[in-house]
């Protein structure tokens, strides 16, 4: 009988642990402050935020790439409607663009990258953070 009681309370904090396992990045654009899920390993990126139909204001998830390269994204099976950043290697952003919901045209930066953080459309906008702003709190 335990056992059978254990069983269920074991799935939950299994599961609870695999999500709590998901690195979470204290970042800023300028003044501003954000939360970023980090995508590093390629199934992570290409998972990115497939199925989210809604994401906190001050949320976002970063992107790591392995080269530095112009690099495209897609919204295929992403409910939201979605801005994204590319930064260098330094953190610098040197493109910026908006994602249309459920898209699956592939939209690419004209600048080679070595990160993409996706936040909520307009977040860059409403905190005047633009091309030539620094993205600090990114890991190496």
Same mark, same amino acid.
């Given at each position: 009988?335990?056992t059978?009681?254990?069983?269920p309370?074991?799935?939950?904090?299994?599961?609870?642990?695999?999500?709590?396992?998901?690195?979470?990045?204290d970042?800023?654009?300028?003044?501003a402050?954000?939360?970023?899920?980090?995508? =590093?390993? @390629?199934d992570? /990126?290409? /998972?990115?935020?497939?199925? =989210?139909?809604?994401? #906190?204001a001050?949320h976002?998830m970063?992107?790591?790439?392995?080269?530095? /390269? /112009?690099?495209?994204?897609?919204?295929?099976?992403?409910?939201l409607?979605? #801005?994204?950043?590319?930064?260098?290697?330094?953190g =610098?952003?040197?493109?910026?663009?908006?994602?249309? @919901?459920?898209?699956?045209?592939?939209?690419?930066?004209?600048e @080679?990258?070595?990160?993409?953080?996706?936040?909520?459309?307009?977040?860059?906008?409403?905190?005047?953070s633009g091309?030539?702003?620094?993205?600090?709190?990114?890991?190496?």
């Open positions: 009988m335990r059978a009681l254990l069983l309370l074991i799935a939950l904090v299994v599961t609870s642990m695999a999500s709590a396992g998901e690195p979470s990045l970042l800023r654009v300028g003044n402050r954000l939360k970023a899920e980090y995508a =590093r390993t @390629p992570e /990126r290409e /998972r990115g935020l497939m199925e =989210r139909t809604e994401m #906190s001050d976002g970063l992107f790591r790439f392995d080269d530095l /390269r /112009r690099h495209c994204l897609w919204m295929k099976n992403t409910p409607p979605l #801005s994204a950043a590319f930064m260098d290697e330094s =610098r952003i040197v493109d910026i663009i908006d994602l249309e @919901p459920l898209s699956t045209a592939i939209r690419c930066s004209r @080679p990258g070595r990160y993409a953080l996706e936040v909520n459309q307009g977040w860059f906008d409403r905190h005047q091309i030539g702003d620094q993205v600090s709190g990114i890991p190496k």
